[in-house]
Every structure is written in structure tokens, then in C-alpha cells.
């Protein structure tokens, strides 16, 4: 089903060979494939969950972080088709909102249309706020990841720790900071947004702006929480995701 390169970016914990529909997850900023950890737990055994690993974080420290947005979703796209032989959707937190987004749309052109797109914690594409933190000193980068509270205190308190977390999550405040989306790309699938009530990287207006994104429905979802509450409380957000793979229309993963 799958190649070396496959295997490297999409991550199955437990796999479900009998699944009808693979549901592919991308993490946020600095994040890896284990947010995506305790998802099997809650999900039915009719979907399979994928993970993404982006390169250069986790068990691909050794590899070159990518710099570009564009091509990790050219690769990601690529990585992804041996897992299209069955329905499937994506779902992206923060970052790995865009980056599910971006490859979404590079599916589409290939021929292979998602049941559904779920975005989370991240502004429609193009109101993303362009930003400097991947520019700042450590201090500045640690304020940010300090004020969205998404890396425990012990982790930053370690030294070696603390410069693995600065590496991945400046490169990945670089993607999103300098991501800009080509100019009239929308996508046909239909999209979910996530917000937390709380986050203050996401605004109601700048959720709502998905619409624009895409020729399909659009839909809005908010949940308790801040910034980072599908790690507060998955189990509401796992079941939103597997309502709207419910109320997806059967479209087919190839044409």
C-alpha cells in the first residue's frame, strides 16, 4: 500500500485494514505526529487515522527542515497518494491547517477530491497574518510559544529540549509567517473550521473566511478552550471531525 516515503510522513498507530475511510492529520507548529497519539481510541473502526511527521521533527530530526510551504505540501501530496485507495479527509491544527489546505488543493488537481477539509486554530489562507517571530532571538520565540501554551514548562526548562523545540518552531513560524496562497486557488471539498472560544490566534471573522477558500459548504464549529483545545479535550472535536465525515457528500477519492 505504501512506499519508504509514505511510511516517513504518514504515521498509522493502529491500523485498520478494513476501514472505509482514512482520515489524514497534519500538526501544528513545532508539533509532530504524536498529537495525534490518542485519536485511534476515540475513532470507529470503519476510519483509520494517518499522522503527518513533518521532515526535521521527531524521528526525523536528522533531515533538513523545509523552508517553503509549497513544497512540503508538493511532498506531502506525494507521500500521501499511495493512502488514496479509499475515501478519504484531511484535518489540520494551526499550522498543519495550511498545510493540509495546500494539500488538499494539489490532490484536487491530481484527480483525487477529499471528502472534507477540517480546519483548525488558523485564519482563512488569505487572511494569515504575515509575522517576525521566526526572526526574533530565542527570548522572542519562547514569549510566543510561552503565550499560546502549547510546550510544557518542563520541556523548555531542559537546555536540549528547549533548542530542539526553538529549531522546529522557528522554522515553522517561517512557513506560516511568509505563506502566501496562490492567487485564485480554491478548493471543491467541503470545509470544517475548528476555534477555540479562547484562541487568540483565531478570530470569528478570520474562521468565517474559509468560505472563500473553497466551492463547496462551509461549516463552523467553536469548542471550549484556547488555542491548543484539541489537546485539552480531544474526545468534542473527534466527534465533530466524524459528523462531518458523516455529512460529507460521497465523493469518490479518484476520477
Request: net charge negative; with cysteine; proline share 9%.
Amino acid at each position: 500500500m505504501s512506499g519508504p516515503d509514505t511510511a516517513a510522513w504518514f504515521r498509522c498507530l493502529r491500523p485498520r485494514p478494513a476501514a472505509r475511510t482514512r482520515l489524514l492529520c497534519f500538526p501544528h507548529g513545532g508539533g509532530s505526529s504524536a498529537a495525534y497519539r490518542d485519536w485511534h481510541d476515540l475513532l470507529p473502526d470503519e476510519v483509520e487515522l494517518f499522522a503527518v511527521e513533518y521532515p526535521g521533527h521527531a524521528d526525523r530530526l536528522l533531515e533538513p527542515l523545509v523552508d517553503d510551504l509549497a513544497e512540503l505540501a508538493d511532498r506531502a501530496c506525494e507521500a500521501a497518494l499511495p493512502l488514496l485507495d479509499r475515501p478519504f479527509a484531511l484535518y489540520g491544527h494551526s499550522l498543519g491547517a495550511l498545510v493540509a489546505y495546500e494539500t488538499a488543493l494539489r490532490l484536487e488537481a491530481r484527480g483525487h477530491h477529499p471528502l472534507r477539509l477540517t480546519a483548525s486554530g488558523m485564519p482563512a489562507p488569505r487572511l494569515v497574518r504575515p509575522g517576525e517571530v521566526h526572526l526574533g532571538d530565542d527570548t522572542r520565540v519562547l514569549a510566543e510559544l510561552d503565550r499560546l501554551g502549547g510546550v510544557p514548562a518542563e520541556v523548555l526548562d531542559h537546555p536540549d529540549l528547549r533548542e530542539l523545540v526553538l529549531r522546529t518552531a522557528r522554522a515553522d513560524y517561517r512557513l506560516a509567517e511568509t505563506y502566501r496562497p496562490a492567487a485564485h486557488a480554491v478548493l471543491r471539498a467541503p470545509v470544517t473550521t475548528h476555534r477555540g472560544l479562547r484562541d487568540p490566534e483565531l478570530t470569528e471573522a478570520e474562521a468565517a473566511g474559509w468560505s472563500a477558500a473553497t466551492t463547496g459548504a462551509t461549516v463552523h464549529r467553536t469548542f471550549p478552550g484556547d488555542h491548543f483545545h484539541p489537546a485539552a479535550d480531544r474526545a468534542p472535536v473527534i466527534a465533530e471531525v466524524l459528523h462531518g465525515l458523516r455529512a460529507a457528500p460521497s465523493t469518490p477519492s479518484a476520477r
